[in-house]
């Protein structure tokens, strides 16, 4: 899977990980990190997700990357957003109500850049990505966000071997493992969404739990 392989689902239209409603978990769990207004969130592989909006909305400052121009676009447009643009070398910048996203590869993304984040929120990168990928994602991008950083993770899990991701399945144990060095990690929920899931039922999954983590930043 590489670059090519998300411009061309983006291409073709073939985005069913959008959701056409802000994320329920997002809007139930992000309070109790009890961030003051203003916070910057730095949303990974950020698409063209309603939740942006929505935290932009909760009062944050919104740092996505996408790789997909077709999708920057798309979520402006949508909210009858008129972006100034920019350029750097990580990539293209637009940036309008409180929303920044750089169309650029999440992979480029330094210190520098992250350094202002005091928050994360992650439901579609960690589970678009494959194992081997998935480490360098942990080392390179969540490594890089500064300390007291606090954030949400949501993942997948079900029987891989049931189903060829994306999206893929994450087991906790996996989370806690890739993350133990610089983060705390709590579990806040778990549950079971395959009756709500027709495509995976199609494909003959058996089982499908989405889980929610609360992320805390080491010093």
């Not at 978990?25 to 909006?53: H, I, N, T």
């Not at 637009?94 to 999440?106: K, N, P, Q, S």
């Amino acid at each position: 899977m590489d670059h090519e392989f998300w411009l061309q689902r983006w291409r073709e239209g073939r985005i069913g990980f959008h959701q056409d409603a802000v994320t329920p978990w997002l809007r139930e769990y992000w309070p109790g990190l009890d961030l003051p207004a203003g916070s910057q969130v730095f949303v990974p592989l950020a698409g063209k997700s309603l939740d942006l909006a929505w935290l932009a909305a909760q009062g944050h400052e919104v740092l996505g990357v996408e790789l997909s121009s077709l999708a920057v676009q798309q979520f402006f447009d949508e909210h009858a957003l008129v972006p100034q643009v920019s350029e750097s070398r990580y990539g293209r910048h637009y940036r309008a109500d409180r929303v920044e996203l750089i169309c650029g590869d999440a992979f480029g993304l330094d210190d520098e850049v992250l350094a202002g984040c005091a928050a994360v929120y992650d439901r579609a990168a960690m589970i678009a990505l494959p194992p081997s990928l998935r480490e360098r994602y942990a080392r390179g991008l969540y490594a890089r966000l500064p300390a007291g950083c606090r954030g949400l993770l949501v993942t997948l899990e079900y029987p891989q071997a049931e189903k060829d991701g994306p999206p893929f399945s994450v087991p906790e144990a996996e989370v806690r493992q890739r993350l133990r060095h610089d983060w705390q990690v709590i579990s806040l929920a778990r549950r079971d969404i395959l009756a709500d899931q027709p495509g995976f039922l199609a494909e003959g999954v058996t089982a499908l739990d989405t889980v929610v983590y609360r992320l805390d930043r080491r010093a």
